[in-house]
């Protein structure tokens, strides 16, 4: 069974820097992209950052120059490296991975739990 488990959110302070972990595993075959979404409390969840394999990658508008989205190809994990947080970053962070199971078809819709990122003085 495909597992997302994400690591390393917390409370920071405005114009501080944090970094996201995600680790997927169970029996993976392909892994096409990952990616990171967040989502605020009242508000849709959006995307953050994607990165295909061997491929593009993406960022939404609002974090361009302050956030870095690195995958680590071996291990099958996905890194969000935060910097200059705004209070406007407070969201869960969510991880997502579009992939494909040994034996199954691909599915763009694996997602970790989330881990909170609040950016409060």
């Known amino acids: 069974q495909v597992q997302l488990v994400e690591s390393g959110g917390g409370l920071v302070q405005p114009g501080g820097s944090l970094r996201l972990s995600c680790a997927v595993s169970?029996?993976?075959?392909?892994?096409?992209?990952m990616g990171w979404y967040r989502q605020a409390p009242g508000k849709q969840r959006e995307l953050v950052a994607a990165?295909?394999?061997?491929?593009?990658?993406n960022y939404a508008d609002s974090v361009k120059g302050r956030f870095t989205i690195s995958r680590d190809y071996n291990r099958n994990m996905v890194y969000l490296q935060m910097n200059s947080l705004k209070p406007e970053d407070t969201a869960v962070y969510y991880c997502?991975?579009?992939?494909?199971?040994?034996?199954?078809?691909?599915?763009?819709?694996?997602w970790g739990q989330g881990t909170q990122v609040t950016v409060s003085s």
């Open positions: 997502n991975a579009d992939l494909a199971v040994l034996g199954g078809t691909r599915n763009p819709n694996y």
């Open positions: 169970g029996g993976i075959f392909t892994i096409y992209a």
């Open positions: 990165k295909i394999s061997g491929g593009t990658t």
